[in-house]
């Protein structure tokens, strides 16, 4: 067995999803491998990434790794931060300019810096913030690529001991210490019986590096420099990678 660990927006969804993706993730499959779609996104659009792309994916890693799913999107799997954590991290994000923070727990909800000029009526608030238990993730994201590595940078050195923020590209997804998406697969490997010999994971953008460092990889044509130095391997896409792989 082998296992395709895939970053989902610029790699799995590089110019859309056609038939040929299909038909290549369908083969692997049948030849008794695994496809793993590893995300930054919450495990909320799992549904609709299936339904978008109509791949029949095994296991979903949302949030960086920090939530994983099975084909059915029932949750096997989850790395939480504390409580106590969500409501003044989100409070410094609004310090540092940001307008809004997505968070992911036991509640899926976008709460908004009631400080920006354009704050939506009715939005939810620090206030609303409260009523959340559990944190996988909080996101959140910045006009340009120097003000979301500023932003990392200073949410990691003042919550590090909670806390890991991962740059993708002027996005920004904050996930429990000592998560990303190598940790992710590595959780993985223990519930499905994996080996660390199985993995090729694939990837476009920063907050993939730590899986493409940790196990044999490809960058994508298409992506960041950063990633392209640390990949075993370039490809145009998923489709020949999976061919090169059979």
């Known amino acids: 067995m082998k296992i395709i660990a895939s ?29 793993v779609v590893v995300t930054g996104r919450d495990k909320c659009f799992c549904p609709e990434m299936k339904e978008d792309s109509g791949i029949h994916v095994d296991y979903y890693l949302a949030c960086n790794g920090a939530v994983i799913l099975d084909r059915d999107f029932r949750p096997v799997a989850e790395t939480r931060y504390d409580k106590a954590v969500i409501v003044p991290l989100l409070e410094y994000l609004f310090e540092l300019g940001c307008p809004w923070g ?23 608030t620090i206030a609303d913030a409260k009523a959340i238990s559990y944190c996988n993730q909080i996101s959140t994201a910045l006009p340009t690529f120097e003000e979301s590595a500023y932003v990392a940078a200073a949410v990691k050195e003042k919550f590090g001991d909670f806390v890991n923020p991962l740059q993708n590209g002027t996005c920004l997804d904050i996930v429990p210490v000592g998560m990303d998406k190598a940790q992710g697969i590595y959780r993985l490997l223990s519930l499905c019986g994996g080996t660390y010999e199985d993995v090729i994971t694939v990837g476009d953008n920063v907050n993939d590096l730590a899986m493409l460092k940790e196990f044999r990889s490809y960058a994508m044509e298409n992506g960041v420099d950063a990633v392209k130095q640390v990949a075993d391997k370039i490809t145009p896409g998923v489709t020949e990678l999976i061919k090169a792989e059979l």
């Open 7 to 35: 970053d989902y927006d610029g790699t799995l969804n590089h110019g859309g999803i056609d038939d040929a993706k299909r038909a290549a993730v369908a083969q692997w499959q049948k030849k008794g491998n695994l496809f």
């Open 102 to 124: 997505n968070v992911c727990g036991d509640k899926t909800c976008r709460i908004y810096n009631d400080a920006c000029e354009d704050f939506p009526a009715q939005a939810a």
